[in-house]
């Protein structure tokens, strides 16, 4: 993969990368004695209960950075930490959603970071054992949390007593089975125990009934690496950065038609254009920008006229989209949406595990029609079918969340790009003519 560029830690509001860039960050020597690593897991272990630790995430407002933004502490507080037998974190780092690579930038700059994150969470909702879910592709990050897991487990961080506290910590990492599904949470679940990736109904939820039927605290890697700054500097300081309901930080990894391509840490509530025109450098020479993903493919996309949609949740759900997994992927006006949509459309199918008939049918129908769009083949009757599919696939009518996105892409394009579909379908020609 190519080299990614990024914000290193320069500015007041760079929270998780500030240290990035330091050399042999990935070290935990470095971490501990130029980052102040490992204080946080202490301040944890000898100074706070678990309870406190809960509290404290409460406070920070923290919202999960997977993609459904669901309020961190209250879902560790779902966990019963005092029931009887064991308890599992599951860290998602299966990070397969197109045009999103954050967490590989965070394992790969500072994986203690996140290893620290994982051992506070653990000891908050009274685990002893977390798995690390990382994507099969991703073999430089694998190899980091490798030497990381051991320098922890030398240094007696991650073992029978951490710290000298009588608690147990143990991480153990699998390698992701190489399908988009296996990164839902429930699918990711049942790869971890052996088996095909497909999501499980709900209720239960894993908090309840998770890996191996055990309660399991599941949360992605960048929200977990958010938390050894919250202990550290306390739930209150974290909400002075971004919105009222969305605090703090993300990190965004832009992509596309952007001069400067990257993963940049972003405070919550500056708007889209100081993301794609600011940080990534707007689009190449002589292009306009025309359409952009807010959160990954799965985000339903937003016109160029929509630049100013600040990045906060509240603010994209009114802009009827979402910040998902902070995947910003830029297109420009050399572009056909038509195509492109088409193009996601295959890959919904394609990774579709078949479980549930809307996602199963619906994407098939969606390819198909798109292709007879595409050949010029198409007229009012292929546009009733997307939309119809459109529908068929969103508001919780498949078992997870990949249909709905296959269906916001439809859905959202139809809605902003309708001139475009009816150039193709109707009048059998490509404003664009281009190679999407
Ligand atoms: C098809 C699909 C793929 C997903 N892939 C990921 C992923 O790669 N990484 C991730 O953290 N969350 C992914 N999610 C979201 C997870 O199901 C879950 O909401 C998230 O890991 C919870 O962690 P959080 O609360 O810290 O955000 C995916 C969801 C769907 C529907």
Redesign the pocket.
């Known amino acids: 993969m190519a080299e990614l560029r990024g914000s290193f830690g320069v500015a007041r509001n760079h929270l998780l990368t500030r240290w990035f860039g330091t050399e042999d960050l990935h070290r935990l020597e470095v971490y501990e004695s130029k980052a102040g690593g490992y204080a946080a897991l202490r301040k944890a272990l000898l100074d706070m209960k678990p309870a406190d630790l809960v509290n404290e995430v409460k406070t920070s407002g923290l ?8 309020a ?1 502490g209250v ?1 560790w507080s779902f966990i019963n930490r005092d029931a009887p037998g064991p308890k599992y974190v599951v860290v ?6 197109p045009g ?1 690579s954050k ?1 590989r930038y965070i394992m790969e700059n500072s994986p203690h970071m996140l290893l620290e994150g994982i051992m506070i969470a653990a000891y908050a909702v009274g685990a002893n054992q977390a798995w690390v879910y990382i ?1 099969g592709e991703y073999d430089g990050p694998h190899r980091m949390l490798v030497e990381a897991i051991a320098e922890a487990r030398a240094k007696g961080y991650l073992g029978p007593k951490p710290m000298g506290v009588n608690y147990p910590l143990d991480i153990q990492l699998y390698r992701g089975h190489g399908a ?9 679940l049942e790869s971890l125990e052996g088996k095909r990736a497909q ?1 499980r109904s709900r209720p239960p939820f894993p908090a309840v009934k998770g890996a191996w039927a055990r309660p399991t605290l ?7 690496s958010t938390v050894p700054w919250i202990i550290n500097n306390g739930g209150a300081a974290y909400v002075k950065f971004g919105t009222e309901k969305s605090p703090g930080t993300r990190l965004m990894s832009v992509s596309g038609n952007v001069r400067k391509p990257g993963v940049y840490e972003v405070e919550l509530g500056q708007t889209f254009r100081h993301v794609i025109m600011e940080l990534a450098g707007g689009p190449p020479e002589g292009r306009r920008m025309k359409v952009f993903w807010p959160g990954g493919s ?1 985000a339903p996309v937003l016109p160029e006229s929509m630049l100013d949609t600040h990045t906060d949740m509240e603010a994209l759900a009114a802009a009827r989209s979402m910040g998902g ?1 902070g995947g910003v992927i830029v297109m420009d006006d050399s572009h056909c949406v038509v195509k492109a949509a088409s193009r996601l459309l295959r890959f919904y199918a394609h ?1 579709s595990c078949g479980k549930c008939t809307p996602c199963r049918v619906g994407g098939d129908w969606a390819v198909r029609t798109y292709d007879r769009i595409l050949a010029n083949e198409g007229s009012q009757v292929e546009l009733g079918i997307l939309e119809r599919v459109a529908d068929g696939l969103q508001n919780g009518r498949c078992l ?3 249909g709905d ?1 296959a269906g916001w892409v439809i859905d959202s394009t139809f809605r902003h790009f309708r001139e475009e579909y009816e150039d193709h379908a109707l009048r059998h020609t490509c404003k664009v003519g281009s190679h999407a």
């Open positions: 919202r999960g950075r997977g993609g459904a933004g669901f961190t879902k998602n780092a299966d990070e397969s959603e999103t967490d994507r988009y599904i296996c990164g839902e949470e429930t699918a990711l999501p599941l949360n992605n890697v960048e929200t977990l799965s997994s990774e997870c969340g990949l996105s």
